[in-house]
Every structure is written in C-alpha cells, then in structure tokens.
C-alpha cells in the first residue's frame, strides 16, 4: 500500500513537471526529485516481492495400486537327486566262465534279449547223469508196479510205492540242475540301457549266493529311465502337508532353460531318524532320455494354495528388521503402515492385516517418501 501511495506521488509529480515544461517553466531539480522516488518506488517494490512466501512446492509424485483379491500359492525349494525309474545289477546265479556277451555301455535292449552266457560244463555233466538216473528208477518203478499187478501176494505195496517215489526224486533232481543252467543264460528283466559292463568274456564268474561273492559276480547293470524318479527329502516343517498329485516343477542346471513339470507320485510317510526327513519321489517323463540318473535337480513344490486372498505385488512391502510395513495415500499424505502378511510367492504377496482393497498403496516411488509427507499420486493400470 505504501508502494502503491509512493508511486501515485511520483506520477503526479511527473504529470505536474510535464505541464510545467509544457508552460516552460520546469526546474531540473524537479526532474531530480521524480526520478528519486521512482527509484524508491522500484527498490520498495523488490524488497517486499524478496520478503513475501510463494507458493507451497508440489509433493513427490508416486504410483499407487489397490489390493486385489486373487489365487496365490505356496511354493517350497528343495535340492533333488534323479534317479531311473528302474535299475538292476544283474548277477550270475551259478559259477563258470563267461562265454559270450553281447552288450557294452550304452546298448538298448528290450526285455527277455539274451545278454550274456555261462559255460559249466561240469553242470552239463551232471545234468546227463541225472538224467540217466531218473530214467533208470522210472523203469524200475514201472516193472515193480506191473509185478504187483501180477502177483499182489508176492510183491509187497510198500515196494512199490518206494520205487515211484525214487523215481520222483530222481525226475526232481534233473529239474533242479536244468533250473541252474537256465541261469547260465543272462537276460533283460525289462526294457533300458545297459550304463555297466563289469565283465569280458573268459573271466570266471562266481555264483552270487553269499555277501562276499555278490560284489564280485556282477556282470552288468541294466537301468530304465523313460520315466524317472526325482528324489525329494521334504524337511519335517513340510512332512505333513505333502499330498499326491501336488504339482512340481523341476530344473537341472545340465539343462538351462528347461522346466519339467510333475507331481507327487509317492511319499514314505515314515521321517528318517538321522535327517528328519521324508523321501518323496516325482515321476518326469523322459522319452528323449534327457535326465540322466545321477544328476543333481532342483525341485519346486506347490504345497498350499488360497483361492481368494487379498495381493500386494511383493515391491510395495518396506521390510525393517524382519517387519514389513506399506505406504498408504489418504487425504494426499503418505502414511506409513504395518502389515502382516502370509504366502508370498516372490510376484505377490498376501495382506492378512494391515490394509483393506480400497487403499491406494504406494508401489513405486516409496523410498524417496516419508511418512506423513504430501504427495501427488498416480494410480497404476
């Protein structure tokens, strides 16, 4: 005001000095003294504009989104081994020399192909003896039995029941030795590969009938993994919540890129003392054989599943010391909140207290905020 007042002086001050130029009768010093308020005017001017407060700079802006109702599970990550669907070391059942054999690592065979063969030769004889001998006592039973018939008065029925049951012992005895001999011949007990070959021909083969011979007599082993067993050890935390037919995803770092997808197929139910743990196996089909048995795996287990539970993308939880806590706008004010939360699964995470679905949740832009600070909002598509 005291401006405003200054000013109008100075002009008509001004308007005065015009008109008395105009009559011819201006004085410098006139001229002076309006020009000297002028000045004071304009410095008058900036100091107050320098002394008044603008306005209010804007709040941070931030992007917001609201809590959705939605599906979320949780997934549990264990190490995991793979393992063939079948596997067998097989051994020779009687002694001898390895005479032939027709598979080396990394044959297919199918089941019932010959595999190998054993030469015993002193079983051979053995069998012809017996043989021999069983034919013998079955003539001999025939005869008793048809003198009976002839003359019950003079052969006794006791003799002739010994000499059939003689010659059933010897019938028997041949069976046992061609039993024997059909395991000379080794064969595939199912469909595989065969992954070891522990024997050449020639060498000599003990019959795998005790625990010291059995490491010694095995001559290959025959694996099938068409199908493999992906073995799992679920700690005891998770023992109880496992279930057949949860659904499992498994990688092998052997194979970047690449995601098998199974379920539980079996389960032991019974902890392992030393390890509290419970053996779980995945069946994965393997039609190209690309899982190998031996390889080391990475299985994850979908154990609990919520149909409608109340997400957050897990980037708007501030966690502080093992809490968690979110930024809330209301009335243009960010407000720190703490929540308690539930399954996460690394994309969302579920709000079982602490905020309702219609907040408006700062999810970017919430660590250059503070709480109670303005802000101006952005809501997410």
């Known amino acids: 005001m005291e401006a405003r007042v200054i000013l109008c002086a100075s002009q008509s001050s001004l308007r ?24 004071l005017v304009i ?25 959705k109702r939605g599906e979320i599970v949780r997934r549990v990550t264990l190490p995991g081994n793979v393992m063939a669907y079948q596997e067998a070391r097989l051994y020779a059942r009687v002694s001898g020399y390895l005479k032939t054999i027709s598979v080396d690592k990394g044959d297919r065979v199918k089941e019932g192909d010959l595999l190998a063969q054993m030469e015993v ?7 012809s003896k017996a043989r021999a001998e069983a034919e013998a006592a079955q003539l001999e039973s025939r005869r008793v ?3 009976q018939k002839k003359a019950p008065n003079l052969v006794m029925p006791q003799t002739t029941d010994a000499a059939k049951a003689k010659a059933d012992v010897a019938r028997a005895e041949v069976e046992r030795i061609e039993t024997l001999l059909s395991y000379a011949k080794i064969t595939a007990p199912f469909s595989g590969v065969v992954t070891k070959r522990w024997v050449d021909p020639g060498a000599l083969i003990p019959a795998a009938t005790s625990s010291s011979s059995t490491k010694h007599a095995a001559v290959l082993t025959l694996m099938d993994f068409h ?12 023992a109880p919540l496992a279930k057949k037919n949860l659904p499992a995803k498994v990688t092998v770092s052997e194979l970047p890129g690449r995601t098998f997808d199974g379920t539980i197929t079996r389960f032991s ?8 743990t ?17 390889m080391w795996a990475t299985v994850e287990i979908a154990l609990q599943k919520k149909e409608n539970a109340l997400l957050l993308p897990a980037e708007a939880l501030v ?63």
């Not at 008058?44 to 802006?61: D, E, L």
């Not at 053996?279 to 690309?290: A, F």
């Open 278 to 294: 419970m053996t779980t196996e995945i069946d994965i089909p393997n039609p190209d054989l690309e899982l190998r048995p031996g």
């Open 121 to 127: 030769p002193e079983m051979q004889a053995d069998l």
């Open 319 to 381: 966690t502080e010391k093992a809490k968690s806590s979110v930024f809330i706008v209301r009335e243009g004010e960010a407000q720190k909140v703490s929540v308690t939360t539930g399954f996460d699964d690394g994309v969302n995470v579920e709000i079982l207290k602490g905020v309702a679905p219609n907040d408006a949740v700062i999810v970017a832009g919430k660590q250059s905020v503070t709480d109670g600070e303005q802000v101006q909002a952005i809501e997410a598509k």
């Open 43 to 67: 410095v008058a001017a900036q100091s107050g504009c320098g002394s008044s407060r603008g306005p209010a700079a804007p709040g941070a802006f931030v992007q917001t989104i609201h809590p």
């Open 269 to 276: 139910y019974a902890l392992d003392e030393s390890t509290k």
């Open 227 to 238: 199908t493999v067993r992906i073995d799992v050890a679920i700690p005891e935390p998770e």
């Open 16 to 39: 005065r000095g015009a008109a008395t130029s105009t009559r011819g009768a201006c004085a410098p010093q006139t001229l002076r003294v309006a020009l000297q308020l002028i000045l």
């Open 145 to 147: 039995s048809e003198a």
